[in-house]
């Protein structure tokens, strides 16, 4: 290019760049307003729904104390800030939805008393809205049904957190939608004459991902309730208390997949938790989690019933109730892991065709019953500690193919009993001083595992061990007694142990488990069937970590992980749990960035591991997307940009300010002279400059100076 020609264009772009100059010259975006309301005068307005209607999007209207009798609807973007939410009072004058926020996102409510409506707040079909700390009282029936406190109806990814529902005749917060956070809210009381609908909280027909963590829920109907095809639902951590109203449960979940982890359920009337499959529905409630549940003074403590099948009910602390754990009615394949049932009339049973289910390292002591089968099949009995159950510790009438091993029972009336049971297998227990060993009622079953796994140990065998082999006639001792334990003529354990079961420490780990977790903390809690002089667990094949007991994995990066637990026994042999394979959601941190935006917007977001991420860039006015940062590094130009999740990531877009070719955050002199090396241009040829093609064109030319000379001086900020 000539010299000449060069110059030119310098001297084109700066006389263009001193006519624009009057021209670009942009208005400044309006900064968000707070509008003050006072229903006695002296401040903007003195209705809620005045200020709601002149406020602009990601305005904020404070208002002051007093009571106003008004119905609000809010549909845009607003904070809505109550003086004190004691005293700053909405009154819907006992009709109506009190505050309505519909067809909008990114609401703040806060710090307000609802009441004297049939609906105290109703979201619809709203997203990313935040109700916090506010007051809803004396909702009263009428309107919609399943209505009373909070209402949030096909809307997703909104908080409703620490408020106080009082004195509602309906529920207390009604869910019909997905990914919504319930946390830490108060739910109290109940209106006369009490409603069936007046619970603390419903997930109604497909609820999914919603977390219902921390609440407090008293004196009402139910506690939650988790509807048909509501699955994958995450009950955490919640309190249910003396609930005494129309057959009340604790929490009842009549859908698949959820988690429901360490409640606090006392003083109801039926059941503290129920699984059950719907009506003319087999097996809809399934791969359910019951896990570290405190349940006491309720008729029975947790009840699988009516074809709900897969489900896990593990690490439950179960006392003072009629019977513990209760599995019936063909209720099948479903796993009981490390309970605790203490004080209860039964332990555990199962009932009513409910076969193949297994019963693992539970603690079932101190009951009048402690396990009780019914008419079911194919059980697997290992491991556990039956211990001073008043009248029997395991009882099976009209059963058969169930396997009893590795138990301890003992100190009981009846250690076990068999009535109309036969073709079962028992093996591997110790028997120790029961008043009677074995009642056996016309039942035949196997009591060994063979030669040489032998059969059980009884503490009132009176035999000798100077022989063995599988006739027990060759020389030496093998420590099995040289005759059999005679239950009765037909029942004899041919091959009793000497001396208690003493294996490698057998261990069982309850979580966690072989599912995604939504959190980066997860609780390591397990079992081992005798005492142990050491403990310690591998995460990840990395080197052993000595604990104490039950304990915490923190801080686990997103990804797939695997832990094995091991212990020593006192006599130095090691026992190993099966290795568990588990999931944490990856965490895709998408950073803020000059000159635009992404959806999803900046934050923190978490994915399932080894899915992918869609981030789209959005560049604001003055600004083109330039490329992405991938942990750092450049990960192209692609928009929207697909991040696979097999790990924690960090994005950021970036951004150009239009004409800024050097990408040094500024369009100056520079850039001009890059533009004017590149000038007339198109790729392939020697000069070709992509970052010189400003408006995209496939050529340097006339337009892209132009443009260039219009954001002449333009810097971010």
């Known amino acids: 290019m000539s010299k000449r020609i060069f110059s030119g264009i310098l001297v084109s772009l700066l006389l263009i760049s001193m006519l624009t100059l009057a021209f670009s010259i942009q208005p400044a975006k309006a900064e968000p307003k707070t509008w003050y309301v006072d229903d006695g005068g002296g401040a903007d307005f003195t209705k809620i729904q005045d200020a709601i209607d002149a406020a602009s999007p990601e305005d904020t209207i404070y208002v002051y104390n007093g009571t106003y009798y008004e119905h609000i609807d809010i549909s845009k973007s607003l904070s809505l800030i109550g003086e004190n939410k004691h005293a700053t009072i909405i009154d819907g004058s006992g009709y109506g939805y009190a505050v309505t926020v519909s067809y909008t996102q990114g609401v703040e409510f806060t710090r307000f008393t609802i009441c004297n409506a049939e609906i105290g707040i109703d979201i619809w079909q709203s997203s990313n809205n935040t109700i916090v700390d506010n007051i809803v009282t004396n909702s009263t029936l009428g309107g919609?049904?399943?209505?009373?406190?909070?209402?949030?109806?096909?809307?997703?990814?909104?908080?409703?957190?620490?408020?106080?529902?009082?004195?509602?005749?309906?529920?207390?917060?009604?869910?019909?939608?997905?990914?919504?956070?319930?946390?830490?809210?108060?739910?109290?009381?109940?209106?006369?004459?009490?409603?069936?609908?007046?619970?603390?909280?419903?997930?109604?027909?497909?609820?999914?991902?919603?977390?219902?963590?921390?609440?407090?829920?008293?004196?009402?109907?139910?506690?939650?309730?988790?509807?048909?095809?509501?699955?994958?639902?995450?009950?955490?951590?919640?309190?249910?208390?003396?609930?005494?109203?129309?057959?009340?449960?604790?929490?009842?979940?009549?859908?698949?997949?959820?988690?429901?982890?360490?409640?606090?359920?006392?003083?109801?009337?039926?059941?503290?938790?129920?699984?059950?499959?719907?009506?003319?529905?087999?097996?809809?409630?399934?791969?359910?989690?019951?896990?570290?549940?405190?349940?006491?003074?309720?008729?029975?403590?947790?009840?699988?019933?009516?074809?709900?099948?897969?489900?896990?009910?593990?690490?439950?602390?179960?006392?003072?109730?009629?019977?513990?754990?209760?599995?019936?009615?063909?209720?099948?394949?479903?796993?009981?892991?490390?309970?605790?049932?203490?004080?209860?009339?039964?332990?555990?049973?199962?009932?009513?065709?409910?076969?193949?289910?297994?019963?693992?390292?539970?603690?079932?002591?101190?009951?009048?019953?402690?396990?009780?089968?019914?008419?079911?099949?194919?059980?697997?009995?290992?491991?556990?500690?039956?211990?001073?159950?008043?009248?029997?510790?395991?009882?099976?009438?009209?059963?058969?193919?169930?396997?009893?091993?590795?138990?301890?029972?003992?100190?009981?009336?009846?250690?076990?009993?068999?009535?109309?049971?036969?073709?079962?297998?028992?093996?591997?227990?110790?028997?120790?001083?029961?008043?009677?060993?074995?009642?056996?009622?016309?039942?035949?079953?196997?009591?060994?595992?063979?030669?040489?796994?032998?059969?059980?140990?009884?503490?009132?065998?009176?035999?000798?061990?100077?022989?063995?082999?599988?006739?027990?006639?060759?020389?030496g001792s093998d420590g099995m007694g040289d005759a059999p334990y005679v239950i009765d003529a037909n029942n004899l354990d041919n091959y009793p142990l000497m001396s208690p079961c003493a294996c490698p420490p057998f261990i069982t780990i309850f979580s966690p488990q072989n599912v995604t977790y939504p959190m980066t903390s997860v609780a390591l809690t397990f079992t081992v069937d005798e005492a142990t002089s050491w403990m310690g667990y591998s995460l990840d094949n990395q080197a052993n970590v000595t604990i104490a007991g039950n304990t915490a994995l923190t801080d686990l990066s997103g990804g797939t992980h695997y832990i094995t637990v091991y212990a020593n026994d006192s006599s130095g042999n090691m026992g190993a749990s099966e290795t568990v394979y588990f999931t944490i959601p990856c965490a895709l941190t998408i950073m803020a960035t000059v000159g635009g935006t992404t959806n999803p917007a900046p934050g923190t977001h978490s994915y399932t591991a080894n899915s992918a991420a869609q981030v789209k860039a959005t560049p604001e006015a003055n600004y083109v997307f330039d490329h992405w940062e991938l942990d750092g590094a450049n990960a192209g130009s692609a928009n929207p940009y697909s991040a696979y999740m097999d790990k924690d990531h960090t994005l950021k877009a970036l951004m150009r300010i239009v004409g800024d070719a050097d990408g040094d955050g500024k369009v100056g002199l520079e850039d001009l002279v890059m533009l004017a090396l590149a000038y007339s241009s198109t790729p392939g040829n020697p000069t070709w400059n992509p970052n010189a093609d400003i408006d995209g064109s496939g050529q340097v030319d006339l337009a892209d100076l132009v443009t260039m000379a219009i954001h002449y001086g333009q810097h971010n900020p």
């Open 144 to 475: 919609r049904s399943w209505g009373g406190g909070i209402y949030v109806d096909s809307s997703s990814n909104n908080t409703v957190a620490g408020n106080i529902i009082l004195n509602t005749t309906e529920v207390g917060i009604w869910l019909n939608s997905q990914n919504n956070t319930v946390v830490d809210n108060t739910i109290s009381g109940a209106v006369e004459p009490v409603q069936s609908s007046c619970g603390g909280i419903h997930l109604d027909d497909g609820s999914h991902n919603n977390t219902v963590r921390g609440n407090i829920i008293s004196k009402r109907g139910y506690g939650i309730y988790v509807a048909f095809w509501s699955d994958s639902n995450n009950i955490v951590g919640n309190a249910i208390l003396n609930l005494s109203y129309n057959v009340p449960y604790g929490i009842i979940v009549w859908s698949s997949n959820n988690w429901i982890i360490g409640n606090t359920i006392m003083n109801v009337d039926y059941n503290g938790i129920r699984l059950n499959s719907p009506e003319g529905y087999p097996d809809r409630c399934m791969n359910n989690v019951v896990s570290g549940n405190a349940i006491s003074y309720c008729n029975d403590g947790i009840a699988v019933s009516f074809e709900s099948s897969f489900n896990t009910v593990t690490s439950n602390n179960v006392s003072n109730v009629n019977v513990g754990i209760s599995i019936w009615n063909h209720s099948n394949k479903n796993t009981l892991i490390g309970n605790i049932l203490t004080n209860n009339g039964l332990g555990i049973s199962l009932a009513a065709f409910s076969e193949n289910n297994i019963m693992e390292g539970n603690v079932i002591t101190s009951n009048s019953y402690g396990v009780d089968i019914l008419d079911s099949s194919n059980t697997k009995l290992f491991n556990n500690n039956v211990t001073a159950n008043t009248y029997s510790n395991i009882y099976i009438d009209s059963s058969a193919g169930n396997t009893i091993c590795g138990n301890l029972i003992s100190d009981s009336q009846n250690g076990l009993m068999f009535l109309y049971s036969s073709d079962n297998n028992v093996y591997h227990n110790n028997f120790v001083s029961n008043t009677e060993q074995v009642y056996s009622y016309d039942s035949v079953n196997v009591w060994d595992y063979g030669y040489p796994s032998g059969g059980n140990y009884w503490s009132d065998y009176s035999g000798t061990d100077l022989l063995s082999g599988p006739y027990q006639n060759e020389t």
